[in-house]
């Protein structure tokens, strides 16, 4: 199984700050079809998860333009140039490029 | 919108088996499929499998290989997963979540919380 791992466990941000979230992988997530199967999620207090990047650095649907994604091999970065109170919650990556599909432990972002 | 609206809250004894269901609107039910996801506090979210709603085809995770089915019933927009040999290490949240367009979970249901206790 491909093994996803997050840097920091933990960050705490104040308001108006930036903050960084790293996922490596133990595999390149690059897919044969030429992209890269690798995932954002935000999981807020009490709710399901909710898709924020995909392919590594495409926002998804109404995702605020404050978060972006990048990377490529096996080392990936999610970054938010300008925290706010609503972003707070934790932080998976996942990778899909083969099964099973795997999940980062997450990084729980907090607000000073 | 893409919606998923799961059943309720179980509680199960050791050894027994759950059903939970996922009800889809807002899309063609049969043109994507459906994705199990569990979040326990140990192993953090575990990715279980999918059952393309179109074809009934499934897809596992080898962990549960044996241990998971998953159906569908069209004419409701209804996809279950059923896990048996319950022990206290299936106590999680459940959520079903629908693809991307890929083999991404990428719309989620509100989660079914599964309780194991003798």
């Known amino acids: 199984d491909i093994v996803m791992t997050q840097t920091p466990v933990s960050l705490s941000v104040t308001p108006g700050q930036p903050a960084s979230i790293s996922c490596k992988s133990s595999?390149?997530?690059?897919?044969?079809?030429?992209?890269?199967?690798l995932f954002w999620y935000l999981q807020k207090p009490g709710q399901s998860p909710q898709l924020l990047i995909n392919?590594?650095?495409n926002r998804f649907s109404g995702v605020p333009d404050r978060f972006s994604g990048s990377g490529s091999g096996t080392d990936f970065t999610l970054k938010i140039s300008r925290v706010e109170t609503e972003d707070v919650g934790v932080y998976y990556c996942?990778?899909?490029?083969?099964?099973?599909?795997?999940f980062g432990q997450g990084t729980r972002l907090e607000i000073k | 919108q893409v919606h998923l609206v799961q059943s309720g809250a179980e509680v199960k004894k050791p050894g027994a088996s759950v059903k939970v269901s996922c009800t889809a609107s807002?899309?063609?039910?049969?043109?994507?499929?459906i994705h199990w996801v569990r979040q326990t506090p140990g192993q953090g979210l575990e990715w279980m499998g999918w059952?393309?709603?179109?074809?009934?085809?499934?897809n596992f995770a080898m962990k549960f290989l044996g241990r998971v089915s998953m159906t569908r019933d069209t004419s409701i927009t209804t996809v279950y997963m059923v896990l048996s040999g319950l022990t206290s290490d299936d106590a999680a949240v459940y959520y079903c979540?629908?693809?991307?367009?890929?083999?991404?979970?990428?719309?989620w249901g509100q989660g079914t919380l599964v309780s194991v206790s003798s």
């Open positions: 979540a629908r693809e991307l367009g890929g083999p991404t979970p990428a719309y």
């Open positions: 807002g899309y063609t039910f049969t043109d994507y499929s």
């Open positions: 059952i393309h709603p179109h074809s009934g085809g499934t």
């Open positions: 595999q390149g997530l690059v897919h044969r079809d030429g992209k890269t199967y």
């Open positions: 392919e590594a650095s």
């Open positions: 996942m990778q899909s490029v083969e099964y099973p599909i795997t």
